[in-house]
């Protein structure tokens, strides 16, 4: 007697996810580059057609990057760049990363032993990718958006392997709006990459707290960092206005 094959019920869900994530980081791409001026407006059919995609994945991209600022919809009319971050909105941002993050990092040194080889390979990533962009300036090259991303995908990852190392699951999703919302600043400011050594060296002292089990110690190294990327924030945007 043969043996009934199933056919895997969340393949085709699997698969369409994934289309999505993929429609989405292209779009996220082409968000963070210079060329598209606040209030312009997204065509989901246009970008549809740039991408060789169906309307329903850069919708539903559409409609998860609308959560992180990057976009704004309006009735009837659709989605489009959103404006600037104000002022204000930056530095709320920031105190909302003091509150949150040193407290997850605070919480993350209980599990210090199990956290800090992480971490470990989490920095030597870092430094690996902040020779590339070091490299690509002294040599006077654009930098490339596929190469920001990655930076920026780097330098969260050390962030998001501390909320993972709080073990809580609220702070873990807080992490995640947070995340979205550091992609919106650097959109807007157009910070986070030429600072890299500065960053890289920061995580470093964090690292160094995590390793001698102080988690007061380790909360303040993680105050210092935020604080410290709020300044050169503030300072992009003087420059920029």
Not at 173 to 192: F, L, N, P
């Amino acid at each position: 007697m043969s043996e009934t094959v199933y056919p895997l019920a969340g393949a085709a869900a699997l698969e369409r996810r994934g289309l999505r994530d993929r429609v989405y980081d292209l779009v996220l791409d082409m968000l963070m580059t210079a060329d598209l001026a606040p209030g312009t407006r997204l065509s989901i059919d246009a970008i549809a057609r740039d991408l060789k995609v169906s309307p329903t994945p850069v919708r539903e991209a559409l409609v998860q990057l609308e959560r992180t600022g990057l976009v704004v919809r309006e009735a009837l009319k659709g989605y489009r760049v959103a404006p600037p971050l104000a002022a204000e909105h930056l530095e709320a941002l920031f105190d909302a990363r003091l509150v949150l993050e040193c407290g997850a990092t605070e919480l993350a040194a209980r599990h210090a032993q199990e956290l800090v080889p992480l971490l470990e390979q989490a920095l030597t990533e870092h430094i690996a990718i902040s020779h590339v962009v070091d490299e690509a300036v002294d040599e006077g090259e654009k930098l490339s958006v596929g190469l920001i991303r990655d930076y920026f995908a780097v330098d969260w990852n050390f962030h998001h392997l501390i909320f993972e190392g709080t073990r809580n699951p609220f702070l873990l999703d807080m992490s995640e709006a947070i995340s979205t919302r550091v992609h919106r600043m650097r959109q807007t400011v157009k910070s986070g990459v030429s600072d890299a050594d500065e960053a890289v060296i920061e995580h470093g002292a964090i690292l160094e707290a995590f390793r001698s089990g102080d988690g007061a110690a380790a909360g303040r190294a993680m105050r210092d960092h935020i604080e410290r990327v709020r300044e050169r924030a503030r300072k992009d945007v003087a420059a920029a206005s």
